[in-house]
Nanobody, 123 residues
Framework: VQLQASGGGLVQAGGSLRLSCAAS????????MGWFRQAPGKEREFVAA????????RYADSVEGRFTISRDNAKNTVYLQMNSLKPEDTAIYYC?????????????????WGQGTLVTVSS
């Protein structure tokens, strides 16, 4: 499956962005989906994940209550709604797809990765 992330940009602190991850090649309904991010000089970290049908979701503590992962399997697209953005949310955001039994917060739970989209939050 090929993943294409989009929707990044420059936003002021307190603002919102919605990232999209469009899939091609295979239907996303067979996959758990995750969002990860990597800030300059830091390791890639987990942000959010959704089970194949959206019934279960999981969030990093740092984004809980501010970010929402959702999916539209009919459109083969996953979203990350980001509200109340902070400068520390600045990073390249990656979407990923995996077929583990449980939704995972670690990179090894995902087999396919998109190219990333840059989110910059100014103070």
């Amino acid at each position: 499956v090929q993943l294409q992330a989009s929707g990044g940009g420059l936003v002021q602190a307190g603002g919102s962005l919605r990232l999209s991850c469009a899939a091609s090649g295979r239907t996303l309904s067979n996959y758990n989906m995750g969002w990860f991010r990597q800030a300059p000089g830091k390791e890639r970290e987990f942000v959010a994940a959704s089970s194949w049908n959206g019934g279960n979701t999981r969030y990093a503590d740092s984004v809980e209550g501010r970010f929402t992962i959702s999916r539209d399997n009919a459109k083969n697209t996953v979203y990350l709604q980001m509200n109340s953005l902070k400068p520390e949310d600045t990073a390249i955001y990656y979407c990923a797809a995996g077929r583990s039994l449980l939704i995972m917060s670690t990179m090894n739970g995902y087999n396919y990765w998109g190219q990333g989209t840059l989110v910059t939050v100014s103070s």
